[in-house]
């Protein structure tokens, strides 16, 4: 994979980018100020230099890196300090004439910088012609797979059109994650494309298979393959599995994604494997009418997404184990959100606080399609849970257990005639759980603040009763 010339230029020129709308480019404009302050004095005790002038190449560089209102806040700082330390009398504010002629030819230079720097971005952009970058990689089994890359937008996906033999079958949108692509082009890497051209062929055909782009079409689109003829499936609804954190979805995940293609497969996870997008409604249709998989870190409700028939999956846990991994997890992950005035909170403390809904009846809320936005933590009530309990009878094919792993997916692997799989590969385990099991304030803590939970799973555990000596396994939590 080549890197466009233009990308390299596109990605200096948008590294800047976040230093415009970073919460400390004030303070950063004031460090120039200070910086400049010190130049100043160094300039006048060796050369005798002017200082305004250090004092505007500190504005121009604020205004360049920082953006516009940046440039203002180093123009009225450096105006505030040339009257202190400059205009005489020295060591006080004087706010005179000479203070206003100096605010005023600080500010028109940080416009004019302003309005310079925009145009030259600008021009260098029209220059390099930058906007969609990409390629078709090539067809294995009848699936196409490439990237799609906007260079000046590169959040937004790029939709990719797929022809056979010059005729236009498939669009798809560039949102799947590849890490040779994050790694070649400096981005995110979830710019991906797989499409399953198959689908649109009746019999084994060898064909042109090209990748149409927006704007300037790249090099190396046009494949020669041979496709085989589409499988007739059987008409089974599409497979929802809703992966509850620290339930082993990961590991659920990656046994059943082996029973299907790339195209077939939609990864909705806020990082990779997940897409670039979280809202199924930014793809194509068409595309959303592929998926034969939806799996990821959502809430009941995302059928409603799809043109096809679908069915719900899913995995719990017992809510006391769950909640302890999850807070050791947050621990390893996000320190920050657990400690305050620099001490590490305890469970208790960070239940009591209600900082994060997943630590806060996280199975209730999924099962019952609720928003973290719409139920604050400590909201959840015999409403939420009559409605999770309602979803669950009426929705979800299959629900399995995380304390049952094994026996889950081959419950689940029969049900769906998946590939068995005779050990799932336990994956993000997280240790020292039963260091926290046994104490009886952490106990009770999570079960005030998780009693709907703990409702729900013995609800799921009537509702999807396992054999005996599994159940058994179960309770010992």
């Known amino acids: 994979m ?30 120039l100020v ?52 400059y205009i005489p009398p020295v060591f006080a504010l004087n706010l005179d004439r000479s203070t206003l002629l100096v605010a005023l030819q600080f500010t028109l230079l940080s ?12 021009g260098i952009r029209r220059k390099a012609k930058l906007g969609v970058f990409g390629q078709l990689d090539g067809v294995v089994d009848g699936e196409a797979y490439g990237w799609a890359l906007n260079a000046d937008d590169p959040a937004a996906p790029v939709n990719v059109m797929l022809y ?39 019999t084994d055909t060898d064909a042109e298979v090209e990748a149409r782009f927006p704007q300037n079409p790249p090099a190396n689109a046009v494949v020669h393959a041979r496709i085989p003829a589409g499988i007739t499936r059987q008409s089974q609804p599409t497979v929802l599995f809703m992966h509850i954190p620290r339930t082993s979805g990961t590991s659920f995940r990656e046994a059943i994604v082996e029973n299907y293609k790339q195209a077939e497969i939609a990864y909705l996870y806020p990082d990779p494997p997940g897409f670039l997008v979280q809202d199924l409604s930014c793809l194509p249709f068409q595309q959303r009418s592929w998926f034969r998989l939806v799996v990821g870190h959502f809430r009941y409700g995302i059928h409603e997404l799809l043109p096809q028939e679908s069915t719900y999956i899913s995995v719990v846990r017992h809510p006391f184990a769950r909640v302890i991994s999850h807070y050791l997890y947050l621990l390893k992950l996000q320190p920050a959100l657990l400690t305050d005035k620099g001490r590490q909170l305890e469970l208790e403390e960070v239940l009591e606080r209600q900082i994060s809904a997943d630590l806060d009846n996280a199975m209730v809320r999924c099962f019952g399609g609720i928003d973290e936005k719409d139920v604050l933590p400590g909201m959840v009530n015999h409403e939420a849970y009559e409605r999770a309990v309602h979803y669950l009878r009426t929705a979800f094919t299959f629900v399995g257990y995380q304390e049952c792993a094994s026996e889950s997916y081959a419950a689940l692997s029969e049900r769906f005639n998946w590939k068995p799989n005779p050990e799932l590969n336990m994956l993000n385990q997280t240790p020292n759980i039963s260091s926290l099991a046994h104490e009886s304030k952490i106990r009770k803590a999570v079960e005030y603040y998780n009693r709907w939970d703990y409702l729900f799973y013995e609800e799921v555990l009537r509702v999807f009763p396992l054999h005996e000596f599994q159940s058994n396994r179960l309770k010992a939590w």
């Open 2 to 31: 080549s890197k466009p010339s233009a990308f390299g230029l596109n990605s200096i020129l948008d590294q800047l980018q976040p230093l415009r709308h970073t919460k400390l480019r004030l303070l950063l404009a004031l460090a």
């Open 34 to 85: 200070v910086i400049a302050l010190a130049s100043t004095w160094t300039a006048e005790l060796f050369w005798r230099s002017s200082a305004p002038l250090i004092f505007a190449a500190a504005i121009a560089v604020s205004t360049i890196l920082f953006g516009f209102l940046a440039g203002l806040t180093t123009a009225l700082l450096s105006t505030l300090t040339v009257d202190f330390f």
């Open 111 to 122: 416009v004019v910088v302003h309005v310079v720097a925009r145009q030259a971005s600008a």
């Open 164 to 202: 056979l033999n010059h005729r236009p079958v498939a669009e798809a949108a560039a949102v799947y994650y590849r890490p040779d692509v994050a790694t070649n082009m400096n981005c995110s890497g979830r710019h991906g494309f797989y499409v399953d051209l198959s689908d649109y062929c009746l």
